[in-house]
Nanobody
Framework: QVQLVESGGGLVQAGGSLLLSCVIF????????MGWFRQTPGKEREFVAA????????DYADSVKGRFTISRDNTKNTVWMQMNSLNPEDTAVYFC???????????????????WGRGTQVTVSS
C-alpha cells in the first residue's frame, strides 16, 4: 500500500518560514514526478510546485515563485518544500502528490497525479 505522509505544517507569523516534508512509503519515488498542491475551504485544489524525477527541473505557481523551493532526495524517498516570506494568502492545507506517468517532465494538473497524502495545515497569521 502506497502512503504519502506530509509533515511540517503549523502556525507561523507573516514573513516567517516553514519546511514541509513528504515521505513516501510502499513504492520508490525514482519513477515519479512529485508535486505540492494546496487547498482552502470552498476553493479548488491548486498547483503550488512540481519537480521532475531526477530533481533537475522544477516549476512553481506564480504566486509562490521566489519564495518556495521544492526539492527531493530519492535515496530517502522524501520530497520537501521550503516556504519563505509566508503571507496570510498562503494559508491552506498542503498536499504532496506523486505522478507515476512515464517521461521526463511533470504536470501542474492534479488529475495527472496518482497518489496523494492527507495534507498538512499551514496557517499564516497577519
Amino acid at each position: 500500500q502506497v502512503q504519502l505522509v506530509e509533515s511540517g505544517g503549523g502556525l507561523v507569523q507573516a514573513g516567517g518560514s516553514l519546511l514541509l516534508s513528504c515521505v513516501i512509503f510502499g513504492r520508490p519515488i525514482t519513477g515519479d514526478a512529485m508535486g505540492w498542491f494546496r487547498q482552502t475551504p470552498g476553493k479548488e485544489r491548486e498547483f503550488v510546485a512540481a519537480i521532475t524525477k531526477s530533481g533537475r527541473n522544477t516549476d512553481y505557481a506564480d504566486s509562490v515563485k521566489g519564495r518556495f523551493t521544492i526539492s527531493r532526495d530519492n535515496t530517502k524517498n522524501t520530497v520537501w518544500m521550503q516556504m519563505n516570506s509566508l503571507n496570510p494568502e498562503d494559508t491552506a492545507v498542503y498536499f504532496c502528490a506523486a505522478d507515476s506517468a512515464p517521461g521526463y517532465s511533470f504536470s501542474t494538473h492534479e488529475n495527472d497525479y496518482d497518489y496523494w497524502g492527507r495534507g498538512t495545515q499551514v496557517t499564516v497569521s497577519s
